[in-house]
Protein backbone atom coordinates (compact mmCIF):
# COMPACT_ATOMS: atom_id res chain seq x y z
CA UNK A 1 0.00 0.00 0.00
CA UNK A 2 1.27 3.52 -0.71
CA UNK A 3 2.13 5.87 2.22
CA UNK A 4 -1.53 7.25 3.66
CA UNK A 5 -2.14 10.91 3.34
CA UNK A 6 -5.16 13.02 4.76
CA UNK A 7 -6.58 12.51 1.23
CA UNK A 8 -6.60 8.86 1.61
CA UNK A 9 -8.48 9.34 4.67
CA UNK A 10 -10.93 11.77 3.56
CA UNK A 11 -14.92 11.13 4.12
CA UNK A 12 -13.75 7.58 6.13
CA UNK A 13 -14.99 7.20 9.68
CA UNK A 14 -11.83 7.60 12.26
CA UNK A 15 -11.95 5.08 14.73
CA UNK A 16 -9.39 4.80 17.56
CA UNK A 17 -7.94 1.66 19.28
CA UNK A 18 -5.58 0.91 22.02
CA UNK A 19 -2.33 0.24 20.27
CA UNK A 20 -1.09 -2.30 23.03
CA UNK A 21 -1.63 -2.73 26.56
CA UNK A 22 -4.89 -4.24 28.30
CA UNK A 23 -7.53 -3.55 26.06
CA UNK A 24 -5.55 -3.63 22.38
CA UNK A 25 -6.04 -7.54 22.10
CA UNK A 26 -9.36 -7.56 23.27
CA UNK A 27 -11.03 -4.46 20.95
CA UNK A 28 -8.94 -6.75 17.93
CA UNK A 29 -11.88 -9.82 18.63
CA UNK A 30 -13.99 -7.23 18.54
CA UNK A 31 -13.85 -5.95 15.51
CA UNK A 32 -13.04 -9.10 14.17
CA UNK A 33 -16.66 -9.95 15.61
CA UNK A 34 -18.47 -7.08 14.22
CA UNK A 35 -16.73 -7.79 10.67
CA UNK A 36 -14.95 -4.67 10.55
CA UNK A 37 -11.53 -6.47 7.92
CA UNK A 38 -8.11 -4.64 7.73
CA UNK A 39 -4.61 -5.52 7.45
CA UNK A 40 -2.18 -2.98 9.43
CA UNK A 41 0.89 -2.89 7.85
CA UNK A 42 3.75 -3.29 10.02
CA UNK A 43 4.59 -0.20 12.33
CA UNK A 44 1.35 1.96 10.72
CA UNK A 45 -0.85 3.37 13.53
CA UNK A 46 -3.17 4.47 10.87
CA UNK A 47 -4.90 1.62 8.53
CA UNK A 48 -7.99 1.41 5.97
CA UNK A 49 -10.70 -1.19 6.65
CA UNK A 50 -11.18 -3.28 3.62
CA UNK A 51 -15.30 -3.61 3.89
CA UNK A 52 -16.47 -0.02 5.11
CA UNK A 53 -15.49 3.64 4.54
CA UNK A 54 -13.50 3.46 8.11
CA UNK A 55 -9.98 4.07 8.98
CA UNK A 56 -8.50 2.47 11.84
CA UNK A 57 -6.37 4.75 13.98
CA UNK A 58 -4.20 2.78 16.79
CA UNK A 59 -3.10 5.26 19.66
CA UNK A 60 -2.27 5.26 23.18
CA UNK A 61 -5.26 4.50 25.09
CA UNK A 62 -4.50 7.62 27.62
CA UNK A 63 -4.76 9.50 24.34
CA UNK A 64 -8.34 8.63 22.92
CA UNK A 65 -10.72 10.73 25.12
CA UNK A 66 -9.01 13.81 23.88
CA UNK A 67 -9.08 12.77 19.89
CA UNK A 68 -12.94 12.14 20.45
CA UNK A 69 -13.43 14.82 22.58
CA UNK A 70 -11.91 17.49 20.47
CA UNK A 71 -13.40 15.33 17.31
CA UNK A 72 -10.60 14.18 15.34
CA UNK A 73 -11.66 10.92 15.55
CA UNK A 74 -15.18 10.11 15.25
CA UNK A 75 -15.35 6.80 17.65
CA UNK A 76 -12.81 5.17 20.10
CA UNK A 77 -12.68 2.52 22.32
CA UNK A 78 -10.73 3.36 25.45
CA UNK A 79 -11.56 3.12 29.41
CA UNK A 80 -13.90 4.89 31.77
CA UNK A 81 -10.83 6.00 34.02
CA UNK A 82 -8.84 7.86 31.34
CA UNK A 83 -11.96 9.79 30.36
CA UNK A 84 -12.53 11.10 33.48
CA UNK A 85 -8.05 11.36 33.64
CA UNK A 86 -8.58 13.36 30.80
CA UNK A 87 -11.50 15.39 31.79
CA UNK A 88 -13.07 14.59 28.59
CA UNK A 89 -16.68 13.34 30.21
CA UNK A 90 -18.51 16.40 28.62
CA UNK A 91 -17.20 16.06 25.43
CA UNK A 92 -17.43 12.31 24.73
CA UNK A 93 -20.81 9.72 24.81
CA UNK A 94 -20.14 6.40 26.78
CA UNK A 95 -22.73 4.88 24.34
CA UNK A 96 -21.62 1.51 24.71
CA UNK A 97 -20.13 -0.60 27.81
CA UNK A 98 -18.06 -3.17 26.37
CA UNK A 99 -17.92 -5.69 29.59
CA UNK A 100 -13.90 -6.50 29.88
CA UNK A 101 -11.08 -3.86 31.04
CA UNK A 102 -12.54 -3.92 34.50
CA UNK A 103 -10.54 -2.62 37.31
CA UNK A 104 -10.75 -0.24 40.35
CA UNK A 105 -8.75 2.83 40.60
CA UNK A 106 -7.65 2.87 44.40
CA UNK A 107 -5.27 4.68 47.34
CA UNK A 108 -3.16 1.83 48.35
CA UNK A 109 -0.33 1.93 51.01
CA UNK A 110 2.38 -0.65 52.13
CA UNK A 111 1.25 -3.73 54.32
CA UNK A 112 2.88 -2.62 57.30
CA UNK A 113 2.28 1.15 56.93
CA UNK A 114 0.64 2.42 60.67
CA UNK A 115 -2.34 4.05 57.80
CA UNK A 116 -6.09 3.22 57.88
CA UNK A 117 -7.82 5.72 56.09
CA UNK A 118 -6.93 8.29 53.08
CA UNK A 119 -6.80 10.75 55.99
CA UNK A 120 -3.69 9.72 57.16
CA UNK A 121 -2.25 10.23 53.64
CA UNK A 122 -2.77 14.16 54.34
CA UNK A 123 0.19 16.08 53.38
CA UNK A 124 2.40 13.25 52.18
CA UNK A 125 3.38 11.69 48.90
CA UNK A 126 1.18 10.21 46.48
CA UNK A 127 2.88 8.44 43.31
CA UNK A 128 0.32 8.05 40.61
CA UNK A 129 -0.37 7.72 36.78
CA UNK A 130 -3.67 9.27 37.61
CA UNK A 131 -2.42 12.63 38.88
CA UNK A 132 -5.59 14.96 37.87
CA UNK A 133 -8.19 12.27 39.54
CA UNK A 134 -5.47 11.70 42.40
CA UNK A 135 -5.48 15.39 42.82
CA UNK A 136 -9.02 16.12 43.11
CA UNK A 137 -9.10 13.30 45.43
CA UNK A 138 -6.19 14.75 48.08
CA UNK A 139 -7.22 18.24 47.48
CA UNK A 140 -10.71 16.71 49.18
CA UNK A 141 -8.66 14.98 51.80
CA UNK A 142 -6.45 17.85 52.53
CA UNK A 143 -9.61 20.47 53.19
CA UNK A 144 -10.95 17.72 55.67
CA UNK A 145 -7.39 17.67 57.28
CA UNK A 146 -7.52 21.73 57.29
CA UNK A 147 -4.54 22.31 55.17
CA UNK A 148 -4.50 25.25 52.89
CA UNK A 149 -0.59 26.37 52.54
CA UNK A 150 0.48 25.18 49.00
CA UNK A 151 3.80 24.09 51.22
CA UNK A 152 1.88 21.32 53.30
CA UNK A 153 -0.23 20.24 50.58
CA UNK A 154 -0.26 16.09 49.82
CA UNK A 155 2.28 16.14 46.92
CA UNK A 156 0.77 14.09 43.56
CA UNK A 157 4.23 12.92 41.76
CA UNK A 158 2.83 11.75 37.88
CA UNK A 159 5.02 8.92 36.63
CA UNK A 160 4.54 6.58 33.66
CA UNK A 161 3.84 3.04 34.70
CA UNK A 162 5.21 0.53 37.26
CA UNK A 163 3.67 3.17 39.97
CA UNK A 164 3.92 -0.15 42.78
CA UNK A 165 7.23 0.12 42.88
CA UNK A 166 7.19 4.06 44.47
CA UNK A 167 6.42 3.34 48.13
CA UNK A 168 9.67 0.44 48.05
CA UNK A 169 11.84 2.63 46.33
CA UNK A 170 11.13 5.10 49.13
CA UNK A 171 9.34 7.66 46.46
CA UNK A 172 5.74 7.83 48.21
CA UNK A 173 4.13 7.21 51.73
CA UNK A 174 1.17 5.65 49.04
CA UNK A 175 0.17 5.14 45.46
CA UNK A 176 -2.91 5.56 43.43
CA UNK A 177 -3.33 2.73 40.76
CA UNK A 178 -5.27 0.25 39.08
CA UNK A 179 -6.62 -3.02 40.77
CA UNK A 180 -8.34 -6.44 38.85
CA UNK A 181 -7.08 -9.23 40.62
CA UNK A 182 -4.62 -7.66 42.86
CA UNK A 183 -1.45 -9.77 42.08
CA UNK A 184 0.48 -6.65 41.37
CA UNK A 185 -0.62 -5.03 44.42
CA UNK A 186 0.07 -8.01 46.55
CA UNK A 187 3.33 -8.74 45.08
CA UNK A 188 4.76 -5.23 45.69
CA UNK A 189 3.48 -5.01 49.75
CA UNK A 190 0.77 -2.79 49.28
CA UNK A 191 -3.03 -3.04 50.58
CA UNK A 192 -5.95 -1.14 49.49
CA UNK A 193 -7.12 1.74 51.57
CA UNK A 194 -9.76 3.81 49.28
CA UNK A 195 -11.34 3.23 46.00
CA UNK A 196 -11.58 5.98 43.88
CA UNK A 197 -14.26 4.94 40.72
CA UNK A 198 -15.03 1.39 38.87
CA UNK A 199 -13.86 1.45 35.34
CA UNK A 200 -14.32 -1.00 32.33
CA UNK A 201 -13.90 -0.35 28.19
CA UNK A 202 -16.32 1.36 26.54
CA UNK A 203 -17.02 2.57 23.20
CA UNK A 204 -17.03 6.66 22.95
CA UNK A 205 -17.89 9.30 20.49
CA UNK A 206 -17.87 12.95 20.43
CA UNK A 207 -20.70 14.45 21.92
CA UNK A 208 -20.40 17.41 19.23
CA UNK A 209 -19.40 15.27 16.13
CA UNK A 210 -17.70 17.18 13.12
CA UNK A 211 -19.17 14.89 10.30
CA UNK A 212 -22.72 14.58 10.43
CA UNK A 213 -22.91 12.34 7.50
CA UNK A 214 -21.06 9.70 9.40
CA UNK A 215 -23.46 9.31 11.60
CA UNK A 216 -25.63 6.08 10.32
CA UNK A 217 -22.05 4.47 9.80
CA UNK A 218 -21.37 5.17 13.52
CA UNK A 219 -24.69 3.78 14.63
CA UNK A 220 -24.20 0.28 12.56
CA UNK A 221 -20.89 -0.04 14.14
CA UNK A 222 -22.35 0.41 17.16
CA UNK A 223 -24.92 -1.64 16.44
CA UNK A 224 -22.67 -4.84 15.32
CA UNK A 225 -20.27 -4.08 18.52
CA UNK A 226 -23.36 -4.38 21.01
CA UNK A 227 -24.45 -7.41 18.92
CA UNK A 228 -20.92 -9.08 19.77
CA UNK A 229 -21.18 -7.64 23.60
CA UNK A 230 -24.49 -8.82 23.97
CA UNK A 231 -23.46 -12.69 21.86
CA UNK A 232 -20.60 -13.22 24.98
CA UNK A 233 -22.72 -11.94 27.85
CA UNK A 234 -26.09 -14.58 26.79
CA UNK A 235 -26.60 -17.98 26.40
CA UNK A 236 -29.62 -19.97 24.50
CA UNK A 237 -31.44 -22.30 27.25
CA UNK A 238 -33.80 -24.44 25.60
CA UNK A 239 -35.60 -27.46 27.39
CA UNK A 240 -38.63 -29.36 27.42
CA UNK A 241 -41.15 -28.90 30.05
CA UNK A 242 -45.24 -29.62 31.21
CA UNK A 243 -47.71 -27.74 30.25
CA UNK A 244 -48.47 -27.57 33.35
CA UNK A 245 -45.67 -26.38 35.02
CA UNK A 246 -45.04 -24.31 31.88
CA UNK A 247 -45.63 -20.77 33.99
CA UNK A 248 -43.52 -21.55 37.06
CA UNK A 249 -40.34 -22.19 34.34
CA UNK A 250 -40.99 -19.19 32.07
CA UNK A 251 -40.71 -17.15 35.35
CA UNK A 252 -37.35 -18.10 35.80
CA UNK A 253 -36.16 -18.41 31.78
CA UNK A 254 -38.41 -15.11 30.73
CA UNK A 255 -35.76 -13.92 27.93
CA UNK A 256 -35.53 -10.90 26.93
CA UNK A 257 -38.67 -10.07 25.18
CA UNK A 258 -40.38 -13.56 25.88
CA UNK A 259 -39.47 -17.16 25.66
CA UNK A 260 -39.92 -18.96 22.57
CA UNK A 261 -42.71 -21.69 23.46
CA UNK A 262 -43.15 -24.50 20.84
CA UNK A 263 -45.25 -27.24 20.92
CA UNK A 264 -44.13 -31.02 20.76
CA UNK A 265 -45.80 -34.40 19.66
CA UNK A 266 -47.13 -35.14 23.10
CA UNK A 267 -49.34 -32.54 23.55
CA UNK A 268 -48.58 -32.44 27.41
CA UNK A 269 -45.40 -30.88 26.60
CA UNK A 270 -43.54 -27.88 25.20
CA UNK A 271 -39.83 -26.85 24.16
CA UNK A 272 -38.91 -23.98 25.55
CA UNK A 273 -36.17 -21.51 24.08
CA UNK A 274 -35.19 -18.23 25.92
CA UNK A 275 -31.92 -16.14 25.91
CA UNK A 276 -30.30 -16.17 29.77
CA UNK A 277 -27.36 -14.52 30.99
CA UNK A 278 -23.76 -16.76 31.03
CA UNK A 279 -23.16 -16.00 34.34
CA UNK A 280 -26.78 -17.30 35.76
CA UNK A 281 -26.39 -20.13 33.50
CA UNK A 282 -25.69 -22.59 36.56
CA UNK A 283 -28.25 -21.32 38.66
CA UNK A 284 -31.28 -21.14 36.18
CA UNK A 285 -30.55 -25.21 34.95
CA UNK A 286 -30.48 -25.60 39.46
CA UNK A 287 -34.16 -24.04 38.80
CA UNK A 288 -35.18 -25.37 36.20
CA UNK A 289 -34.83 -29.12 37.01
CA UNK A 290 -36.66 -28.37 40.40
CA UNK A 291 -39.68 -27.04 38.55
CA UNK A 292 -39.89 -30.36 36.56
CA UNK A 293 -37.97 -29.51 33.15
CA UNK A 294 -36.04 -32.09 31.39
CA UNK A 295 -33.59 -32.27 28.45
CA UNK A 296 -31.65 -28.89 29.20
CA UNK A 297 -29.67 -27.68 26.66
CA UNK A 298 -27.62 -24.79 26.22
CA UNK A 299 -25.94 -22.96 23.45
CA UNK A 300 -23.81 -20.28 22.73
CA UNK A 301 -24.16 -17.46 20.95
CA UNK A 302 -21.70 -16.09 17.84
CA UNK A 303 -23.23 -13.16 17.32
CA UNK A 304 -26.61 -11.01 17.82
CA UNK A 305 -28.48 -8.06 17.10
CA UNK A 306 -30.66 -7.80 20.22
N1 LIG B 1 -5.10 -4.74 35.34
C1 LIG B 1 -6.04 -4.29 34.57
N2 LIG B 1 -7.17 -4.99 34.39
C2 LIG B 1 -8.13 -4.54 33.59
N3 LIG B 1 -8.08 -3.38 32.93
C3 LIG B 1 -7.00 -2.65 33.08
C4 LIG B 1 -5.93 -3.08 33.90
N4 LIG B 1 -4.96 -2.16 33.83
C5 LIG B 1 -5.42 -1.21 33.00
N5 LIG B 1 -6.65 -1.49 32.55
C6 LIG B 1 -7.49 -0.69 31.63
O1 LIG B 1 -6.75 -0.55 30.42
C7 LIG B 1 -6.46 0.82 30.16
C8 LIG B 1 -5.08 0.91 29.56
O2 LIG B 1 -4.14 0.49 30.54
P1 LIG B 1 -2.71 -0.08 30.17
O3 LIG B 1 -1.96 -0.32 31.43
O4 LIG B 1 -2.85 -1.19 29.22
O5 LIG B 1 -2.14 1.21 29.48
P2 LIG B 1 -1.21 1.36 28.24
O6 LIG B 1 -1.97 2.12 27.19
O7 LIG B 1 -0.54 0.10 27.87
O8 LIG B 1 -0.18 2.34 28.81
P3 LIG B 1 1.11 2.00 29.63
O9 LIG B 1 1.63 0.66 29.15
O10 LIG B 1 1.98 3.13 29.30
O11 LIG B 1 0.65 1.95 31.07
C9 LIG B 1 -6.60 1.49 31.54
O12 LIG B 1 -6.87 2.85 31.41
C10 LIG B 1 -7.73 0.72 32.15
O13 LIG B 1 -8.97 1.20 31.67
O1 LIG C 1 -4.59 -6.20 39.86
P1 LIG C 1 -3.80 -6.73 38.73
O2 LIG C 1 -4.55 -7.79 37.97
O3 LIG C 1 -2.44 -7.20 39.11
O4 LIG C 1 -3.60 -5.54 37.65
C1 LIG C 1 -3.13 -4.29 38.07
C2 LIG C 1 -1.96 -3.83 37.25
O5 LIG C 1 -2.34 -3.69 35.89
C3 LIG C 1 -1.97 -2.38 35.43
O6 LIG C 1 -0.67 -2.33 34.99
P2 LIG C 1 -0.11 -3.07 33.70
O7 LIG C 1 0.21 -4.49 34.02
O8 LIG C 1 -1.04 -2.87 32.55
O9 LIG C 1 1.26 -2.36 33.42
P3 LIG C 1 1.81 -0.89 33.78
O10 LIG C 1 2.20 -0.94 35.23
O11 LIG C 1 2.97 -0.73 32.87
O12 LIG C 1 0.70 0.09 33.47
C4 LIG C 1 -2.07 -1.53 36.69
O13 LIG C 1 -1.33 -0.34 36.57
C5 LIG C 1 -1.54 -2.47 37.76
O14 LIG C 1 -0.16 -2.39 37.88
Not at 3 to 10: E, G, Q, W, Y
Not at 175 to 199: F, H, N
Request: with cysteine; proline share 5%; aromatic share 4%.
Amino acid sequence: MSALDASTLNGRLLFAIPKKGRLHEKCLTLLAGADIQFRRPNRLDVCLVQNHPIALVFLPASDIPSFVGKGNVDLGITGHDVILEAQMEAHVSETLRLGFGKCALQVQVPEAAPVHSVDALAGKRIVTSFEVLAGHFFADVDKRAGIESDDARTQIEYVGGSVEAACALGLADGIVDLVESGETMRAAGLRPIATLLQSEAVLIRSSTPKHAHLAPLIDKITARIAGVIAAGKYVICQYNVRRATLSAATAITPGRRAPTISPLEDPEWVAVSSMVERSKMADVMDQLVSVGAEDILIFNLDNSRV
